[in-house]
């Protein structure tokens, strides 16, 4: 059974700093089915990245991903007000398999 | 614009069978994995399973001795049926579209179901 892992927990940051987050799985996936959700409170998730690092449409440049194999990464270049959210990487290959979430919050 | 509005019973007894539908508009059912995924704090995301297009079914393992997704295209809707809940089926429920090689672009607001006597 695919398990995906996100650290950290929790990011305290301020507005206008980067955030790298991390998604492992434990076992080699295709990157081809890696996908990025930002969920802020009260809301559905919202899909950020598809592949791994496609950007879906409308979302800004500063979201970017990045990795392959077990190890994937979502990058915001610039934090913005409403980037403070939860984080959830997704494998959505033969199985369809949600990581815990990253937390950004505000520093 | 597209919408997904998940409908049904924000409360079921113990033993019951959760029904909820979604109603989409706005984009065509065809070519598509119509989905079921629900989150609690303690679980956090969870997927439920998935109706395609063409009426193929795949269901998360833990819940599919249980379960029943169905489409119902020309209503452009599809629904979920989970019978025998428990207090561990409560949770905010989501429908959504799950289209290859994109992920899940498309969420419906989510419903709150509580499971209670």
């Known amino acids: 059974e695919l398990v995906l892992t996100q650290s950290p927990g929790t990011l305290s940051l301020s507005p206008g700093e980067g955030a790298t987050l991390s998604c492992r799985a434990s076992q080699s996936v295709s990157s081809s089915y890696l996908g990025w959700y930002q969920q802020r409170p009260g809301q559905a998730p919202r899909l950020l990245i598809f592949g791994a690092s496609g950007r879906a449409t409308g979302i800004p440049d500063r979201f970017s991903g990045s990795g392959s194999g077990t190890d994937f990464t979502l990058t915001i270049s610039r934090l913005e007000p409403e980037d403070f959210a939860v984080y959830y990487c997704?494998?959505?290959?033969?199985?369809?398999?949600f990581g815990p979430g990253t937390r950004v919050d505000i520093k | 614009q597209v919408q997904l509005q998940e409908s049904g019973p924000g409360l079921v007894k113990p033993s019951d069978t959760l029904s909820l539908n979604c109603t989409v508009s706005?984009?065509?059912?065809?070519?598509?994995?119509w989905s079921w995924i629900r989150q609690t704090p303690g679980k956090g995301l969870e997927w439920i399973g998935y109706i395609h297009s063409d009426g193929t079914t795949d269901y998360n393992p833990s819940l599919k001795s249980r379960l029943t997704v169905s489409l119902d295209t020309s209503r452009t809707q599809f629904s979920l049926n989970l019978n025998s809940v428990t207090a561990a089926d409560a949770a905010i429920y989501y429908c959504?579209?799950?289209?290859?090689?994109?992920?899940?672009?498309?969420w419906g607001q989510g419903t709150l179901v509580t499971v209670s006597s």
């Open positions: 959504a579209r799950l289209v290859y090689p994109y992920g899940i672009d498309f």
């Open positions: 997704q494998h959505y290959g033969s199985s369809f398999t």
């Open positions: 706005g984009i065509s059912m065809s070519h598509s994995f």
